[in-house]
């Protein structure tokens, strides 16, 4: 079974500070990693796309890949109260249909 | 935001009868997923498609059913309702792309729940 774990959280920080949320995955091929954002009620939104080892940046938003560690992490800038949510890490590999969830790490920014 | 409508968002059923949700979009993306999401599970698919009339099970397929008879709807269908079925459901679509790589976006939601 390919999987893609998280730490379930609640990873709590205060406003302003630096969020860092974690991923590893299991399968070697993965070849496209994705976070996507879940407000409480509300359905996935996809924050951000990478592809390639290193870090991309997206406003305040730092995606960082290390396929060699089959690790993936989003690091949030200047945390915001409206960063309070649950952030999924998704895997896809080289070819197939799928996308592979982990099951998300809560946020919660403190005001 | 991708043009995808589920339907209907809330529905309260009756364990025994067949329920059918519908998702709906207006990107002409090739792949549609269905999935289900219950605490402490994460996002589970139960079948997705990858073209008009070619569809394929997930891990959670038991007790479901899908159609796809045209590329702008995919229909899952609860062929007699438990209510381990009682969840939220998540329709997805995912454009072809040249490398396959793109990813998932994701409909509203539809709020399911079995008696």
């Known amino acids: 079974q390919k999987e893609v774990e998280q730490n379930s959280g609640p990873l709590s920080v205060p406003e302003g500070a630096i969020a860092s949320l974690n991923c590893t995955y299991s399968?070697?091929?993965?070849?496209?990693f994705f976070w996507y954002r879940q407000y409480s009620g509300k359905s996935p939104e996809l924050i951000m796309s990478i592809y390639s080892n290193g870090d991309k940046e997206d406003g305040r938003f730092t995606a960082q890949l290390n396929k060699a560690s089959q690790y993936v992490s989003l690091l949030i800038r200047d945390s915001q109260p409206s960063d309070s949510a649950t952030y999924l890490c998704?895997?896809?590999?080289?070819?197939?249909?799928?996308?592979?969830f982990g099951a998300g790490t809560r946020l919660f920014v403190k005001a | 935001d991708a043009g995808i409508t589920q339907s209907p968002r809330h529905k309260v059923t009756e364990t025994g009868t067949p329920v059918t949700l519908r998702c709906h979009q207006t990107?002409?993306?090739?792949?549609m997923y269905w999935y289900r999401q219950d605490p402490g599970h994460g996002l589970r698919l139960i079948h997705y498609?990858?073209?008009?009339?070619?569809?394929d099970k997930g891990e959670v397929s038991d007790g479901y059913s899908v159609s796809r008879s045209k590329t702008e709807d995919f229909l899952l269908t609860l062929e007699s309702a438990t209510s381990s079925q009682t969840s939220v459901y998540f329709c997805a679509i995912r454009d072809g792309g040249t490398e396959g790589n793109q990813p998932q976006h994701f409909g509203d939601g539809t709020r399911l729940s079995i008696l």
């Open positions: 998704a895997v896809k590999g080289a070819g197939g249909f799928k996308t592979i």
């Open positions: 399968d070697r091929g993965s070849q496209s």
């Open positions: 990107e002409n993306h090739r792949y």
């Open positions: 498609s990858y073209g008009v009339k070619d569809t």
